[in-house]
């Protein structure tokens, strides 16, 4: 069972989406779902997200694209894919430190 869903809501972030994946592609656990919700970008979000999770050792990842409907959206329907026990909201220019996972899993 997956313990932790990070969903990621993400409008027009293709130039910064790699620096928030790459930061939780370092994670040490099995156990963590990635999801990104492309909220109707003019970009290339959802293509670079893909591209990265897709060449990445990440099994549990979804990219969604939605119409854009704003990132409370964004996020409401991140957590209805969400299969984790917790949630962990980040945007699409944050990025996590090493081990944040690990320390969040063993916390709860």
């Known amino acids: 069972m997956m313990k932790l869903s990070i969903v990621i809501p993400a409008y027009n972030a293709q130039h910064y989406i790699h620096t928030s994946l790459n930061s939780l592609l370092t994670q040490d656990l ?8 492309d909220d109707g970008s003019s970009d290339e979000t ?7 999770l897709v060449n990445s ?3 549990n990842y979804k990219v969604i ?3 854009n409907k704003g990132v ?3 996020r409401n329907t991140g957590l209805l894919e969400a299969k984790g026990d917790y949630v ?3 945007d699409a220019d944050d990025y996590v430190s ?6 969040y899993y063993y916390r709860y």
């Open 57 to 59: 050792q990440c099994v």
């Open 88 to 90: 962990l909201f980040l």
């Open 65 to 67: 694209i939605q119409e």
């Open 30 to 37: 099995s156990n963590v779902e990635i999801i990104v919700v």
């Open 46 to 52: 959802a293509k670079v997200a893909n591209k990265i």
């Open 72 to 74: 409370s959206a964004a």
């Open 98 to 103: 090493e081990n944040v996972c690990r320390r």
